[in-house]
């Protein structure tokens, strides 16, 4: 018998970011670019590039890069496409085209697997109604998959982690816990049903989300991935000036990621993420700390979260229930502040 997938990877497996203080760190260090038509760069941690060719059209440029958090070939391919086509999504756009890029132990992964994994992401990309234009294949010691993905967005359309105003209802599009229970999966004490369950969640695009989201229309918005629901929440408060509350009550949960959190089944990338948030978010007391780690879990392909005027919110949450986007919900507020997450 062959390995399983998730074993091709030495790292957590979950879309994590790097160390945020040593990624910010560098990043300071560097040039920022400035150019007219350059409308969204990096300085605020969006989601992704834009840049306008014209009055009418500007393009969104991202690229996301996973290990397997999948045993099955196909819907590892399916969720890194989902992933990384999110990152257009949060910023209002629609994509077009994607280039694929995979790495992989040579010798040691049969073609039928390759063929799965770029089989599913295929699929995803079509179920967007974009292409796939090429790619690149590197040799590897773990598999990476992922895609640099390229969309289209009118210009005065962009939707923002910058721009939640005082007053704004929080709306989460998918439950959390991606993180916990693809670590447990990799060490084989994942439930199957809880494995399930991530596996559609995360391969489950936010084009109608982002739709929805379009039409109602927000005051900003950003997906949830690596940085897990507090980090990208605190970076949207720190765009804006402004503080979050979080209800840690109202946040759905995917099946099982309570029970495992509670086993610590907590990737790197999370941990990570809580000792970053620990200093930077206001807990209530009464929050146990497995419940503060599992509110900053690493996720991949996560719902977008979005700042939206209160007159707005009921319609945005009755709109993307009758689009099929089963779990949206409220979980917090907007208040005037300096850039918190307080959690409730």
């Given at each position: 018998m062959g390995r399983r997938l998730t074993q091709y990877s030495k790292a957590s497996g979950c879309a994590a970011k790097v160390c945020q203080e040593d990624l910010l760190q560098v990043l300071q260090q560097l040039p920022v670019f400035r150019h007219p038509d350059l409308l969204v760069g990096g300085d605020t941690s969006d989601d992704a590039g834009v840049y306008r060719l014209d009055n009418e059209r500007a393009l969104v440029l991202t690229v996301d890069v996973l290990t397997p958090i999948a045993d099955d070939p196909y819907v590892f391919g399916q969720i890194a496409a989902a992933n990384s086509l999110s990152d257009v999504y949060a910023m209002g756009g629609t994509p077009l085209a994607a280039l694929c890029i995979f790495g992989y132990p040579v010798g040691e992964i049969d073609n039928e697997t390759i063929e799965a994994v770029l089989a599913g992401a295929w699929d995803k990309v079509r179920e967007a109604d974009a292409v796939v234009a090429g790619g690149h294949t590197m040799k590897d010691t773990e598999v990476k998959f992922g895609l640099s993905v390229?969309?289209?967005?009118?210009?005065?359309?962009?939707?923002?982690?910058?721009?939640?105003?005082?007053?704004?209802?929080?709306?989460?599009?998918?439950?959390?816990?991606?993180?916990?229970?693809?670590?447990?999966?990799?060490?084989?004490?994942?439930?199957?049903?809880?494995?399930?369950?991530?596996?559609?969640?995360?391969?489950?695009?936010?084009?109608?989300?982002?739709d929805v989201m379009c039409a109602v229309g927000v005051n900003a918005a950003t997906d949830i991935t690596g940085f897990g629901l507090l980090g990208h929440a605190w970076e949207m408060a720190q765009a804006g000036g402004i503080d979050f509350v979080i209800d840690a009550g109202r946040v759905p949960l995917m099946s099982g990621a309570a029970d495992l959190s509670r086993q610590r089944f907590f990737p790197q990338g999370s941990l990570r993420n809580y000792d970053f948030m620990k200093s930077r978010a206001e807990f209530a007391n009464s929050l146990s700390e497995e419940t503060r780690r599992l509110l900053c879990d690493a996720q991949t392909s996560g719902g977008l979260l979005a700042s939206v005027s209160t007159p707005s919110a009921e319609e945005l949450v009755n709109r993307l229930h009758k689009a099929g986007v089963a779990d949206a919900t409220v979980v917090g507020s907007v208040c005037t502040g300096t850039g918190r997450v307080c959690v409730a």
């Open positions: 390229t969309g289209v967005v009118h210009p005065d359309r962009v939707v923002r982690n910058v721009g939640a105003r005082p007053g704004d209802v929080l709306v989460l599009t998918k439950p959390i816990g991606s993180g916990v229970i693809t670590t447990a999966l990799r060490e084989d004490l994942a439930p199957s049903s809880a494995v399930t369950e991530a596996s559609r969640v995360m391969s489950q695009l936010n084009r109608a989300a982002s």
